[in-house]
């Protein structure tokens, strides 16, 4: 598709369980963004991949959250033993270059009960 | 550490009227961007500003970078209600990173 595409939209898990959230970028952007957003407030960002670099794994909140990105195209972001805490929407976005601006998904929205 | 501020927080208004949103930091970006985001979405860019002084127009939107690249404006002209959403600025820094601002969220009453 044209736009970056976010699976699922919305995502309710029992607290303590594993959750996959995956994001499938713009082809060609070479740029990919996760960020999380809780009720009506900014973005935080949690990791960033670049080509075939190294990720920015710098606003991860904890070791229970990873990320990883295939072929430099799809990505997964994975948080283990969920918490109450961990309910937002996590948006990931595509770039070519940052001062193109970023194209953002819908997002998934995860509750955890 | 790249801190963003936005004011007002929350801004409510009637159809018609004027506003500015401001965006702040100590820092420098090479760039600054500003986005819309609508309940349920993720944020649409709307602009991106890259020289210190530089202003953009779009449509009913003036977007304005200040001198020393630290600082941003957003000034709507007879605000509609379709501009209701979460304004969020962002400014480059690195390379290929964007940090995003705490938000401004306007309402505009019908």
């Known amino acids: 598709g044209a736009g970056v595409s976010q699976s699922p939209s919305n995502k309710v898990t029992e607290k303590g369980k594993d959750v996959e959230l995956r994001c499938d970028p713009i082809s060609g952007h070479t740029a990919l963004y996760w960020y999380r957003q809780s009720l009506g407030q900014g973005l935080e960002f949690l990791i960033y991949?670049?080509?075939?670099?190294?990720?920015?794994k710098s606003g991860l909140p904890s070791d229970r959250f990873s990320a990883e990105r295939t072929g430099g195209s799809v990505s997964t972001l994975t948080i283990q033993r969920t918490q109450q805490e961990d309910s937002a929407v996590y948006l990931c976005a595509s770039s070519f270059q940052a001062n193109y601006g970023y194209t953002f998904g819908s997002g998934t929205r995860l509750t955890v009960v | 550490t790249q801190l963003l501020e936005q004011s007002p927080q929350f801004l409510s208004i009637q159809e018609g009227e004027n506003l500015t949103v401001y965006c702040n930091s100590s820092?420098?970006?090479?760039?600054l961007q500003w986005y819309r985001q609508e309940p349920g979405e993720g944020p649409v860019l709307l602009v991106t500003v890259v020289t210190g002084g530089e202003v953009k127009k779009l449509k009913r939107l003036t977007f304005q970078f200040g001198d020393a690249r630290k600082d941003s404006s957003l000034h709507i002209t007879a605000a509609q209600p379709g501009d209701t959403g979460l304004y969020l600025c962002a400014g480059e820094y690195g390379a290929n990173n964007l940090f995003f601002g705490t938000g401004t969220r306007l309402t505009v009453i019908p």
């Open positions: 820092s420098v970006f090479s760039s």
């Open positions: 991949f670049q080509g075939n670099s190294a990720p920015d």
